[in-house]
């Protein structure tokens, strides 16, 4: 049963920097493309970014391009974003997603292309 558990949230000042961990067991990630969401209260859920099959190829969201990196460890079956400069709208649940069937992470910003999906983590940046 594929499962995604997301952790490393909490609150952090303006400028500041946290990891996300995003936990896998189920499958291996070596078949499945995984991204990372973000829901902000009243707003709608958005892709922030995504890492490819094989971990050959990542995209990013314009509003987070070169102050987040994702990444994976697949001994550890875990997916990271590292994300620093944090800034107060990047405050909301994030959330990560897994697909076996999403190839192209052209579309891999888009959560219709996800099947599984973690329960989230909170990250508040605020001073």
């Known amino acids: 049963q594929v499962h995604l558990v997301e952790s490393g949230g909490g609150l952090v000042q303006p400028g500041g920097s946290l990891r996300l961990s995003c936990t896998t067991t189920g499958f291996g990630l070596d078949y499945y493309s995984v991204g990372w969401f973000r829901q902000a209260p009243g707003k709608e859920r958005e892709g922030v970014s995504c890492i490819s099959v094989g971990g050959g190829s990542t995209n990013y969201a314009d509003s987070v391009t070169g102050r987040f990196t994702i990444s994976r460890d697949t001994a550890k079956n875990t997916i990271y974003l590292q994300m620093n400069g944090l800034k107060p709208e990047d405050s909301g649940v994030y959330y990560c997603?897994?697909?076996?069937?999403?190839?192209?992470?052209?579309?891999?910003?888009?959560?219709?292309?996800?099947?599984?999906w973690g329960q989230g983590t909170q990250v508040t940046v605020s001073s």
């Open positions: 997603a897994a697909d076996a069937y999403l190839t192209s992470m052209t579309w891999g910003l888009r959560e219709s292309e996800y099947e599984y």
